[in-house]
């Protein structure tokens, strides 16, 4: 098969350790926003068009698996090696509150009403908070089968799926019994799932295979052989037709939705993809990976030599907010000194 390669990426630096996950929010009055977690402890968030730098979320002792925004990009939260799941303030980067766990917490999720936090991890335990009484006990979930690697909400927050790093199949829970009510099945361990904007379909990585099943029905719409194992794929959110898959080749495919065709294979990455993300207009994705770097594509032609988002500098102080779009999340972020920057 030709591959037709994409233009270069926007480079984002500033983690020290492997990316391990990425988010974008949904468009808000200031923009949308992209957060992502790493090996290196600190979330940081960013221009979800630019790739800038707002700030970093510091607080966790160990790996950050997972992390994601409210719909409102008011809050973040973020699951962690250190048996902690925190939520912050998006807007100053103070940390609300941190929820104690028993072991590591590899997943994390808003609920679409903002109102509720899942999260899963090695205990087999989903647990959902409330965030209007975050000093309450959290409820549990029944057992899950085995170690909790993504959990998502759905049907309007009726519903939960999770899927575990240890045996294969999307689980789907009813959120008022606590009861799994749908299995969906693979033949690998569930690397990514990701419910489309539209709400319509659940889009998996399995082994060497994307799926993408009804997310009201659970029937298997169409299922696709890549070419190696990939860890994470995403659905273009506007028109649906397109799809971007990323794995240990260190390349990012983006495919036809409905034909499986190989439409573009992007090449920049210096270590396997661990997750790839579509923006929620759908006009760019971004792809990281265990070089460290984020990578924000364009999904149309680009015609330019490979740019760099200005990165975080080396050290801490505080921004105060200017007047108006994302600038005024930056007020409060831990800010390094001497302009220096960090290893990308």
């Known amino acids: 098969m030709d591959r037709k390669k994409a233009g270069v990426p926007l480079v984002c630096h500033g983690h020290s350790r492997p990316v391990g996950?990425?988010?974008?929010?949904?468009?808000t009055p200031d923009g949308c926003f992209l957060i992502s977690a790493s090996k290196d402890s600190n979330p940081m968030i960013r221009n979800g068009d630019t790739g800038d730098w707002i700030g970093t979320?510091?607080?966790?002792?160990?790996?950050?698996?997972s992390c994601c925004l409210d719909a409102n990009a008011l809050r973040a939260a973020s699951g962690s090696a250190d048996f902690s799941a925190k939520v912050w303030d998006a807007l100053t980067g103070e940390e609300l509150h941190s929820f104690e766990h028993k072991h590591i917490v590899r997943a994390c999720a808003f609920s679409e009403d903002t109102r509720l936090l899942l999260t899963g991890g090695l205990e087999k335990i989903l647990r959902i908070y409330d965030m209007n009484r975050p000093d309450a006990a959290p409820r549990e979930i029944d057992k899950s089968p085995g170690s909790v690697r993504t959990v998502a909400w759905l049907h309007s927050d009726q519903s939960i799926l999770s899927c575990c790093t240890d045996m294969g199949g999307v689980r789907l829970w009813d959120v008022r019994s606590g009861k799994?009510?749908?299995t969906l099945e693979t033949n690998a361990p569930v690397t990514s799932a990701e419910v489309s904007q539209d709400g319509r379909y659940i889009i998996t990585a399995d082994g060497s295979s994307v799926k993408f099943w009804d997310a009201n029905y659970f029937g298997l719409v169409k299922?696709?052989?890549?070419s190696c194992n990939v860890e994470s794929a995403s659905l273009e959110p506007k028109y649906g037709n397109k799809f971007i898959a990323g794995g240990e080749d260190m390349w990012v495919h983006?495919?036809?939705?409905?034909?499986?065709?190989?439409?573009?294979?992007?090449k920049g990455h210096h270590g396997p993809v661990h997750c790839v993300r579509f923006a929620p207009g759908g006009e760019s994705y971004a792809s990281g990976s265990e070089d460290g770097t984020i990578r924000i594509w364009q999904l149309g032609p680009a015609n330019s030599d490979e740019q760099e988002s200005p990165p975080p500098p080396d050290g801490s102080g505080k921004l105060k907010a200017t007047a108006s779009d994302a600038a005024r999340k930056i007020e409060g972020f831990h800010l390094p000194k001497d302009g220096q920057q960090p290893e990308g």
Do not use: R
Request: net charge negative; charged share 15%.
């Open 180 to 182: 799994i009510v749908q």
């Open 223 to 226: 299922s696709y052989n890549m």
């Open 254 to 266: 983006v495919f036809d939705f409905f034909t499986g065709e190989e439409i573009t294979c992007n």
């Open 21 to 27: 996950d990425l988010f974008y929010s949904p468009v």
């Open 57 to 65: 979320f510091e607080g966790h002792k160990g790996a950050v698996w």
